[in-house]
Each structure stands twice: as C-alpha cells, then as structure tokens.
C-alpha cells in the first residue's frame, strides 16, 4: 500500500438476512478523506469507498428510499 491510512469505525450494523455493514472514515497520509462501506455476508466482504458526494447522494437516496418504505 503506498499510502498510510487511518481507519475509524462510525458503525457497525446488523443487517437482514445474516449479514453485517460496518461504516468506516478513512483518512490517507496525503489529506484524502474517504467513507468506507464494508458489507459482510457469512465469509464474502463487499468494500466501496466512497468521497464526500458520492456518499451525499447514496445518504439521500437511501433517506428518501426509507420514508417511502417505513412502517405505520
């Protein structure tokens, strides 16, 4: 890895049907600020790093997704 990075976890989320989100901030010795998405299911991991925009619009969309879908 050429660049050092600090992980801090923000959450850590238990998810339908056995699977596991952890949601980190990652910072990268040259100033670079990502967010982290780490998605388990038994023994796969799925990984997105995400920059601030991106991470705005998935916030929205999901959001949005989930006053449309909450339960009465």
């Known amino acids: 890895m050429a660049d050092h990075e600090t992980v801090t976890l923000l959450d850590d989320i238990d998810a339908p049907w056995g699977k596991r989100v952890e949601v980190m901030n990652v910072e990268y010795e040259g100033g670079i600020s990502l967010i982290r998405l780490r ?33 009465a």
């Open 39 to 71: 998605i388990r299911e038994n023994k796969r991991f799925t990984i997105m790093d995400l920059d601030a925009d991106t991470a705005a619009r998935l916030g929205r969309t999901l959001s949005d997704w989930s006053e449309k879908n909450a339960a």
